[in-house]
């Protein structure tokens, strides 16, 4: 990750498609800053996916202005999430960033929706669980979808970063014209 302004504005735009055209058409939640903070730290490592995490949580955070500190914080626990299982497992696993992405979205909305309930003082039941884990069931079938599109996303940006990084040549002379 070699420009973060890159990734403030990649979060910025995929905070701008989540809450603007895609609940304009109709459509689920994808919860596309989530899946960018996995995405990043499966290609990038545990420490980028915490700190994209970390920055597409905050815009989040500001955009909804309630409880905040909570999206940052579960953005930034999938980013390292994602890390952890990218150092384990092989990045092209068939399936990998759709699993991720739909367990990282249920525990996200799970864990928020706790949360939320504890800071406003409501009682919680087991069955509040399982309504929410079954009127999750359109965001978690997008982000199925959208989870591999956005990692390969994260995975041609972090190829053409290292194509760039291999064609430089030290002294600053690329080859070429100027």
Known sequence: MRRPLRWTLLSLLLLWLEVGPIPALGLPRF??????????????????????????????????????????????????????AGESLYRDVPGLATALGVTATWVAELVRGLLVSAAAGLPLATADLVVWSRALWPELAAAAVAAPLLLRLVVGIERREREAREAEIPGGWRGGWP
């Open 31 to 84: 919860h596309l800053p989530l899946l960018l903070a996995l995405a990043t730290g499966v290609v990038y490592g545990p420490r980028q996916g915490m700190a994209a995490g970390a920055v597409a949580g905050l815009w989040l955070d500001l955009w909804t202005g309630r409880l905040v500190g909570s999206w940052t914080l579960l953005h930034a626990l999938a980013g390292w999430a994602g890390g952890k």
